[in-house]
């Protein structure tokens, strides 16, 4: 069969990430032709983001974005490509990656104001009135602890939950975020008729109508029935009344979700027959980016929130992680840990510790022992997730770590670290929190090797704290923002499976292109030390002792 892409067409992803708007463009040979991006802070100041999002400052957990920030942030993003020449025609089709649970509340009549945009005018004047409400929770949100337990309760507990949906409830996923807003805000949820995700969002803007949502970004809702792939009536009942209707349809990751707008081809001279791909949630785009398809390949993307994920046959959904359909293969799943600790608390100890440097932070890495003679360090500059512990950074010190065996050490706890020893506290920390929580919800370990993406993959020092510490080669991808990169990817492989009428494994496309285009991965890091890793195995179960204690006197749950 020939699956190639005709020569002249060019395939468009986007990442809507927490902090900025990205888009990647492949050609034909799945080569990059080019990259841009939108910073919200700096690029659209009038909306007063910090690191692109509200923090309420009476400390309740509640993290919010502005929806029209998104829209504005979309025109903004095609204006600079119109800079750059493009030649908008040749994108045969589109797709997206979005931040996941994030939700956007559609007012009562939005779709008609959708449906008529005028190419004249920029979106963000036109879709103003669009909203029920103006602001979105986001995925940093852990304001709804008490909707978790109630939805959790309603369904027969945190592990049916689970089993049924793929998570227990988050505080953070959409389900319980929905039933805040139905409790607190009536008017709200009543004027709604349409509630997306920003991926399906994004896709709306595009096609000039509702988008389905994805079934992959739709698993991190708890409200679908992760094994059936549709709405779970228990969990939609125990979230609010009639909200099925507001949902609309889900969708496989790789179907066309609508013609490129008539906005999008009078503006920016798209072609008619531009197809929209259904966009999906940033992880899962991440998985197409990096092509991970082999079991026991694991991923790490450090990002604004660091997350693990693999593929997985057949997962057994529990109390930790989340299971989703795989994206790019209807028939298996992806398996994922997320922490909402990721760079920018590596940055504030960068920032306090290491001069604003990473120069500096990487010296310090560099000049301190591994194990750190026994400190271990939590740092919590906002509420975790896993494990689920509000603000806060607590510090101990193994005794005598020389002469004891690692398991019969006593700890003490400390009120700091000198400068370097934070530094490897931090990344040590959170890397022995991974392997443990990875280990804990069954995913391969050792893995047969780690491919390392986002932001921080670029750092060598921290690439070789994975190595010692998971005791496996470490892998970088050539370009660190494998979300946009998967959506383009993924958009191309919708464009074929429509071209095709049947799904077509992602694999035809990329097999013989691999290592000659931008997908293909660089060995970083050879596996490490027997020895050393051994001995991270007992510092990662003292650390998950302390950890768990942790989780006893303060936890959320
Ligand atoms: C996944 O469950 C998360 O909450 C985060 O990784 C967001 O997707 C970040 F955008």
Not at 95 to 118: E, F, I, P, R, T
Request: glycine share 8%.
């Amino acid at each position: 069969m020939d699956y190639s892409l005709p020569d002249d067409s060019l395939f468009l992803g986007f990442d809507c990430s927490t902090q900025s708007l990205k888009a990647t463009i492949l050609d034909a040979n799945l080569s990059i032709l080019a990259s841009e991006i939108v910073h919200f802070d700096s690029e659209l100041p009038h909306y007063k983001t910090k690191d692109g999002v509200h923090r309420d400052p009476s400390g309740n957990g509640r993290i919010v974005s502005p929806t029209l920030m998104w829209v504005e942030a979309l025109d903004l993003l095609l204006e600079k490509f119109v800079k750059e020449k493009l030649d908008f025609g040749r994108i045969a089709a589109v797709s997206g990656s979005g931040q996941q649970h994030s939700s956007v509340y559609w007012k009562k009549g939005s779709c008609n104001m959708l449906a008529s945009l005028d190419p004249e005018k920029h979106l963000v004047a036109q879709l103003s009135d669009a909203f029920s409400t103006k602001e979105s929770p986001i995925w940093m949100d852990s304001s709804t602890t008490v909707q978790c337990r109630e939805i959790e309760r309603a369904v027969g507990g945190a592990l049916e939950l689970s089993q049924l949906t793929g998570s227990r409830a988050h505080e953070r996923f959409t389900g319980p975020q929905i039933r805040k807003i139905y409790e607190m805000q009536p008017d709200v949820y009543h004027d709604t008729e349409r509630i997306s995700l920003v991926s399906s969002f994004m896709a709306s803007l595009l096609i000039g109508g509702y988008a389905s949502l994805d079934e992959t970004d739709g698993s991190g809702m708890n409200l679908m029935d992760i094994k059936r792939r549709v709405w779970s009536k228990i969990a939609l009942e125990a979230t609010a009344p009639g909200l099925e209707g507001k949902l609309g349809k889900l969708a496989p990751a790789h179907d066309v979700a609508g013609l490129i707008a008539p906005y999008f081809v009078k503006r920016f001279h798209f072609r008619k027959s531009c197809l929209v791909i259904q966009w999906s949630g940033d992880n899962p785009n991440s998985l197409a980016g990096l092509t991970l398809n082999t079991l026991g390949d694991l991923a790490i993307s450090l990002g604004t929130s660091d997350t693990v994920f693999g593929v997985a046959i057949e997962p057994q959904p529990s109390l930790e992680g989340h299971v989703l359909p795989n994206p790019v293969d209807p028939t298996c799943y992806m398996v994922m840990l997320v922490y909402k600790n990721g760079s920018l608390t590596r940055e504030d100890i960068r920032n306090r510790c290491a001069e604003k440097s990473w120069d500096v932070f990487n010296k310090f890495l560099e000049k301190t022992p591994p194990l750190n003679g026994g400190k271990l360090g939590f740092y919590y500059k906002e509420n975790e997730i896993l494990p689920p512990l509000p603000i806060g950074f607590h510090r101990y010190i193994l005794d005598n770590l020389t002469n004891g065996s690692l398991d019969e050490l006593r700890e003490h706890e400390v009120e700091e670290f000198d400068a370097p020893s934070e530094v490897r506290a931090i990344i040590e920390g959170q890397l022995l929190s991974m392997r443990a929580h990875a280990e804990r919800s069954g995913m391969p370990t050792p893995p047969k090797r780690i491919i390392v993406t986002g932001g921080a993959s670029t750092n060598k020092s921290i690439l070789n704290a994975i190595t010692s510490i998971f005791g496996c080669a470490v892998y970088t991808v050539q370009r660190p923002d494998s979300a946009s990169l998967g959506a383009a990817l993924r958009a191309a492989h919708g464009w074929l499976c429509n071209r095709e009428h049947c799904f077509v494994p992602i694999s035809c496309m990329y097999e013989d292109k691999i290592e000659k285009t931008s997908l293909g991965c660089k060995l970083s890091v050879p596996a490490g030390d027997t020895e050393l890793l051994s001995k991270y195995t007992s510092f990662m179960k003292r650390r998950m002792e302390i950890e768990d204690r942790l989780v006893w006197k303060l936890g959320r749950r």
